[in-house]
T-cell receptor, first 112, second 115 residues
Framework: SQQGEEDPQALSIQEGENATMNCSYK?????LQWYRQNSGRGLVHLIL?????REKHSGRLRVTLDTSKKSSSLLITASRAADTASYFC????????????FGTGTRLTIIP | DTEVTQTPKHLVMGMTNKKSLKCEQH?????MYWYKQKAKKPPELMFV???????INESVPSRFSPECPNSSLLNLHLHALQPEDSALYLC??????????????FGEGSWLTVV
């Protein structure tokens, strides 16, 4: 079953604009990760944020985590056409049979 | 470029065929995974091997049979599949055994069509 719900399901923006995607999850987590998937390809890991962290940066990516609201956001600044992809959040729960569970994903389209 | 290699990239098989998907990683990772992904859906976990032992089977039908010959190789044997099994099958690996909250590294996937 899916742990995370992502919002919006689809997002189209102009090149150069910022893109923000949100992820909500249900149970307490060890960490939350974001992955990108280009159409028909494998997933690529973008960034991992641990439950005791609130914000993390990697290049043009900024991830925030609010464990009290069980939510995370991914911000891509100065978007490029190459950022067109599906983005998934994924969580490791903080109990028992740990396995990475993916959210529903956001399909991002960057319009040149 | 991914360091998890999957073959074949595309496979078309009949419902009575037996085929296998293969996966290889040389990163020294100790956990390997099979995921199934349908169009416009997130990946769904099928199996996890941790230190070469099957640690998770997500109630996958027996027509899918995983095998981990060694720490670098993972196979998925397919037999008597149904058309609804058509999907992208993703292999992945992580540095430590399953359950350590690791980053997972994915292959490019094998597109399976069952006719």
């Amino acid at each position: 079953s899916q742990q995370g719900e992502e919002d919006p399901q689809a997002l189209s923006i102009q090149e150069g604009e910022n893109a923000t995607m949100n992820c909500s999850y249900k149970t307490s987590i060890n960490n939350l990760q974001w992955y990108r998937q280009n159409s028909g390809r494998g997933l690529v890991h973008l960034i991992l944020i641990r439950s005791n962290e609130r914000e993390k940066h990697s290049g043009r990516l900024r991830v925030t985590l609010d464990t009290s609201k069980k939510s995370s956001s991914l911000l891509i600044t100065a978007s490029r056409a190459a950022d067109t992809a599906s983005y998934f959040c994924a969580t490791y729960p903080n109990f028992g049979n740990e396995k990475l569970t993916f959210g529903t994903g956001t399909r991002l389209t960057i319009i040149p | 470029d991914t360091e998890v290699t999957q073959t074949p990239k595309h496979l078309v098989m009949g419902m009575t065929n037996k085929k296998s998907l293969k996966c290889e990683q040389h990163m020294g990772h100790r956990a390997m995974y099979w995921y199934k992904q349908k169009a416009k859906k997130p990946p769904e976990l099928m199996f996890v091997y941790s230190y070469e032992k099957l640690s998770i089977n997500e109630s996958v039908p027996s027509r899918f049979s995983p095998e981990c010959p060694n720490s670098s190789l993972l196979n998925l044997h397919l037999h008597a599949l149904q058309p609804e099994d058509s999907a992208l099958y993703l292999c992945a690996s992580s540095r430590q055994g399953q359950g350590y909250g690791n980053t997972i590294y994915f292959g490019e996937g094998s597109w399976l069509t069952v006719v």
